[in-house]
């Protein structure tokens, strides 16, 4: 079954930078279909792409951007179930 992408996807391929718009597993390996910075359409082999970084697609989000949107929220609180059982203790 071949899958559409609804947003292209920007991959690096053996040929540069592209966007994959269509993704179709094959019976030994899935296969990727591309469009090249050049305006070609060119099908690679799953091994042959690399997910390019890009966050949010183009927003303009730095680094360090993301990686205070993505940090982990840290409690300083004891879960109530250690409370109690520190309690007990």
């Known amino acids: 079954m071949i899958h559409e992408f609804r947003e292209l996807i920007p ?3 053996p040929l540069g930078r592209s966007y994959a718009m269509l993704l179709e597993p094959g019976e ?12 070609a359409v060119v099908t690679f082999t799953q091994e042959q792409i690399r997910i390019s970084r890009s966050y949010t697609h183009g927003r303009g989000i730095s680094d360090a951007q993301m990686k205070q949107i993505i940090k982990p929220k840290v409690s300083t609180r004891t879960p109530r179930s250690m409370g109690r059982m520190l309690r007990k203790g």
């Open 11 to 13: 991959v690096k391929t």
């Open 28 to 39: 030994y390996d899935t296969y990727w279909t591309v469009v090249l910075d050049s305006q």
